[in-house]
């Protein structure tokens, strides 16, 4: 049995483009492989804190001396199982303001932590979560991949890379403002060329 992880971000619920590729993905994977275990976490729903003052030190460097700091640590743990526990990894990231969610974002700081999901070694940083599968499923009114002004799909892979998750394929949905039916016959071909291997 594999464990799909899926993280959806959008702020758009059921309307969500994200949410529902991310939707397909799961209808057409446990049709493919009934017995799969789909883990699902809506960093919009239930929202990871931004990291403050007292909980860095929680998350940066296991300070666990007050309830704050204890609380911090224990979603932190939490998160990294669910990753460490995945077979591969589907997440839905809309651009929002030129980069991925706020919300996504606290889930890295979040994530992010010397000794559990990296380390420096003489050679460098070295990531530690188990380098699964990811698709990683771009949402966007406008259309900017491959050019100058998509800072986000590179920041995505850097940092998904510097935890360990170098597997990481990005399936661009968009141009949704003016033309959604294309992008989304496009995202959707691609997860069934995914889910045909
Ligand atoms: C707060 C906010 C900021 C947005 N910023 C951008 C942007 O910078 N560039 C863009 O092309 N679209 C932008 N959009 C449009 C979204 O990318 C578009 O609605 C996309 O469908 C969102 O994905 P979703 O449908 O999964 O929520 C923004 C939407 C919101 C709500």
């Given at each position: 049995m594999s464990t799909l992880l899926v993280l959806r971000t959008s702020l758009n619920g059921?309307?969500?483009?994200?949410?529902?590729?991310?939707?397909?993905?799961?209808?057409?994977?446990?049709?493919?492989?009934?017995?799969?275990?789909?883990?699902?976490?809506?960093?919009?729903?239930?929202?990871?804190?931004?990291?403050?003052?007292?909980?860095?030190?929680?998350?940066?460097?296991?300070?666990?001396?007050?309830?704050?700091r204890r609380a911090a640590i224990a979603l932190s743990d939490e998160l990294v199982a669910e990753l460490k526990a995945a077979d591969y990894i589907a997440i839905g990231l809309p651009r929002y303001n030129f980069s991925a969610p706020a919300t996504f974002k606290s889930y890295i700081d979040y994530i992010g932590?010397?000794?559990?999901?990296?380390?420096?070694?003489?050679?460098?940083?070295?990531?530690?979560?188990?380098?699964?599968?990811?698709?990683?499923?771009?949402?966007?009114?406008?259309?900017?991949?491959?050019?100058?002004?998509?800072?986000?799909?590179?920041?995505?892979?850097?940092?998904?890379?510097?935890?360990?998750?170098?597997?990481?394929?990005l399936i661009h949905a968009e141009g949704l403002a003016y033309a959604a039916d294309t992008a989304m016959a496009q995202a959707n071909a691609r997860i069934d060329e995914i889910v045909a291997c």
């Open positions: 059921d309307n969500s483009f994200s949410n529902r590729l991310l939707d397909e993905f799961i209808a057409k994977t446990v049709a493919k492989w009934p017995h799969t275990r789909v883990v699902e976490r809506d960093l919009n729903a239930e929202q990871i804190p931004m990291l403050n003052s007292r909980t860095v030190g929680a998350i940066r460097a296991g300070v666990n001396d007050t309830e704050e932590r010397a000794g559990v999901t990296f380390r420096y070694t003489e050679n460098g940083p070295e990531g530690l979560l188990p380098d699964v599968p990811v698709y990683a499923f771009i949402t966007s009114g406008g259309a900017y991949a491959g050019t100058e002004h998509d800072q986000m799909s590179g920041w995505v892979k850097q940092v998904l890379g510097f935890l360990g998750l170098n597997k990481v394929e």
